[in-house]
């Protein structure tokens, strides 16, 4: 059995503009910043053997911020990059509509296996994280690793675990800097508490209401 600590990066500017980010990047804010070094300072009370990133600049960021207060090294990972929304990374959902409605119109119903000009299908990218998480997790059987990523590599793995249809909305948030506990025991997947923020306190929880993606 492996655990698996899943880690949503801190606060970008992206996320306080409503931007879609995906393989495009934005900096963390100072909110965000801090998130990360908080993070630092609760996963040091934290057993785990190894650090994995995405090796978007946003998570790798966040990593850093761990890394320096734990002592672990960094291994970037580019299968835990976020979902690729092609031709409408960086817009806001109203640019999107405007760039390209029928796309648009198209994402928005949740198909599967549509996929953005240039980007990834739900599908496609549900495979990819999957495939990438378990191939972590077999490879340190029975330790404890965390993995800082992106909020639909999280929602991979909610989905993995709790048998949620890909078309399906989603029932509980995307927390940035939040910790998501996870297991594997090599043929199926567990989920444990999910969205932990308790380092962050009441008033350093990055909430957008009740977007979902």
């Keep these: 059995m492996t655990q698996l600590i899943l880690i949503r990066h801190g606060e970008t500017l992206w996320?306080?503009?409503r931007r879609m980010q995906g393989q495009l990047d934005s900096p963390l804010t100072e909110r965000g910043l801090w998130q990360a070094q908080q993070l630092g300072i609760r996963l040091k009370k934290q057993y785990f053997t190894t650090l994995y990133s995405s090796d978007l600049p946003r998570a790798a960021r966040t990593a850093e911020q761990i890394a320096v207060v734990t002592g672990h090294n960094i291994l970037t990972d580019e299968r835990l990059?976020?979902?690729?929304?092609g031709v409408f990374e960086g817009m806001t959902q109203k640019e999107m509509q405007?760039?390209?409605p029928e796309s648009y119109e198209r994402f928005m119903s949740r198909d599967p296996q549509y996929?953005?000009?240039g980007g990834e299908s739900p599908a496609a990218f549900f495979v990819r994280c999957r495939a990438a998480?378990?191939?972590?997790a077999q490879r340190h059987a029975d330790e404890t690793i965390a993995i800082v990523t992106h909020g639909l590599v999280l929602d991979s793995a909610y989905r993995a675990a709790t048998g949620l249809a890909l078309d399906a909305q989603r029932p509980?948030?995307?927390?940035?800097?939040s910790l998501n506990w996870f297991a594997f025991d090599g043929s199926s997947w567990s989920a444990g508490a999910w969205g932990d923020a308790e380092h962050l306190g009441p008033d350093g929880v990055?909430?957008?209401?009740?977007r979902r993606i």
């Design 115 to 117: 996929a953005v000009p």
């Design 172 to 177: 509980v948030p995307l927390v940035n800097a």
């Design 15 to 17: 996320n306080t503009e």
């Design 206 to 210: 990055t909430i957008f209401g009740d």
């Design 133 to 136: 998480l378990e191939e972590l």
């Design 81 to 85: 990059r976020e979902r690729h929304f």
């Design 98 to 100: 405007a760039c390209d």
